[in-house]
């Protein structure tokens, strides 16, 4: 075999230790960073105007709350998720900076390793869905609370509805994922031909509508998120009255 | 619409230094497409224009050309899509031969060195499937070879000289030989150790370009990183299908 490194050039970004996507001057990067920064601040301004709802139940603490709590698990499954993988690798790291190609000209000769060094992590992601899948329970947990939180009734809400509706665009999104889409079948390469796999593939197919719109759920599922807690803890801070209805 | 401004990219690299744009005016004809209107300039306006096509069909894949900025098969476009300006270059991933003819020899290397596929053994003939299972693997056989996903992939065109990666049109032909229901190898490790699949960065160029609609990073490069995953990152998987592949002896 003809050795496939003859005509190549060594890559120099191969040794670095820090990716080289966190130390370029990158006006995309360093402003997103910026503006987690400046949000997590907001984040703690907040907690000083709802301080009386603090001292009475303790939840509006914006560095100690369920979502707080679980956001390194799910973050990690984000963060490794294929659909996000996209959008950061093309509009924080530049890699490519658009498919339209004369606007990419200028990025010719830029360090690149792609997922072989430090995003390699990214190849962990069926762990974290694990974590992920584990965690959705609690979140119809929340809906069921949000329902018998008066004891002896039923509680109709529009905050409930709101966790309902999160909750449900987070499983789906998370059994979107490419890697489920693996485990219930991709990993096949003959649905019908061992006796142990006689579905056809059904799971598979089932799987693949979803999967096919994972991007969307993906940040459809997000923006809910970020709305969800918002919204509860506005709630709970009194800013906002939870219409709802005891049955 | 009534005249074409066409710029194309001229250049004979045996008889200059660099190429630039000629600008050619020529007649709108009723759904004509960008070949239509480079062949109107090799015809009409001048003969040692050169450029390669065949079917005029989208289907022998020899005409990719970079049309405003996007790699797109010149018969497959329409000129009243793009306006009055329409900018034809060659693909630039490629070494030039002349004018808007590109050197994709690279592709028939990258061909060679997948392992081809290896039938089952003891398969009774004449060989059968189920539509079921050959579904996968169909997707891919449209491919028409045309390079405009290996053209737009930021890997092959940016950082092709510090990286192996073989691109994306070879990944989905390990693909269509990996998921066909009667072959017999798994092609991950070797995508995953010698063709670079750890270099794409799954970001979409490549299927969003091409002409037949094969859902190249979806249906082919992620599964296929996901088998990697199982031989080189997810311990219980490699338990698993170890234990698998023993119990059927192979
Ligand atoms: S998804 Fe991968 S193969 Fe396709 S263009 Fe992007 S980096 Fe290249
Ligand atoms: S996968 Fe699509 S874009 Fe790539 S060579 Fe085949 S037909 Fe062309
Ligand atoms: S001429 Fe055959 S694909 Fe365009």
Known sequence: MENKNANKHQNPAKTRLIPVEFTELNWRFWSFVLILVLGIYLLGLFQGNVSDAVSKFGLTDPWYSPTVLVIPFVGLFRLTCYAYRKDYHRHLFDHPVACELNTRQDKLGRAYTGETRFFRVENFHRYFMYIAVAILPFFYYDFYVSLTYIPGSITLSIGGIIILVNTLAATIYTFSCHSIRHLVGGRMDCFSCTAAHKSGGKAYRFQSIFNTHHEALAWTSLAMFVFVDLYIRAVAAGIIPNLHMVL | ?250
């Open chain 2, 1 to 250: 619409m009534k005249d074409v401004k066409l710029s194309i990219f001229r250049h004979d690299p045996e008889k200059e230094k660099e190429g630039k744009f000629v600008e050619y005016t020529i007649p709108y004809v009723e759904g004509m497409v960008v070949l239509d209107a480079v062949r109107y300039v090799e015809e009409n306006i001048d003969t040692t224009l050169a450029v390669r096509w065949n079917c005029k069909a989208a289907h022998c894949g020899s005409c990719s050309a970079e049309i405003n900025g996007k790699p797109s098969l010149m018969c497959k476009t329409r000129v009243e899509t793009l306006g009055e300006n329409v900018n034809v270059g060659p693909m630039k991933a490629y070494p030039l031969i002349k004018d808007l003819v590109t050197d994709v020899g690279a592709n028939w290397k990258s061909i060679k060195r997948v392992p081809a596929f290896k039938p089952k053994e003891g398969l009774q003939e004449p060989w059968r499937m189920q539509q079921v299972d050959i579904e996968r693997s169909k997707e891919f056989k449209r491919c028409i070879e045309c390079f405009l996903c290996q053209d737009v992939c930021h890997v092959m065109r940016e950082h092709y000289e510090e990286t192996d990666y073989f691109g994306p049109r070879h990944m989905v032909r390990a693909a269509s030989l990996d998921m066909h229901p009667l072959d017999d190898l798994d092609r991950a490790r070797f995508l995953n150790e010698d063709a670079g699949i750890g270099y794409c960065n799954i970001t979409k160029c490549c299927q969003e370009t091409c002409p037949e609609h094969i859902r190249i990073t979806d249906d082919a490069i992620i599964p296929e990183k996901e088998r990697a995953v199982d031989i080189a990152y997810d311990p219980i998987a490699r338990l698993i299908i170890g234990r698998k592949s023993k119990k059927r002896g192979n």
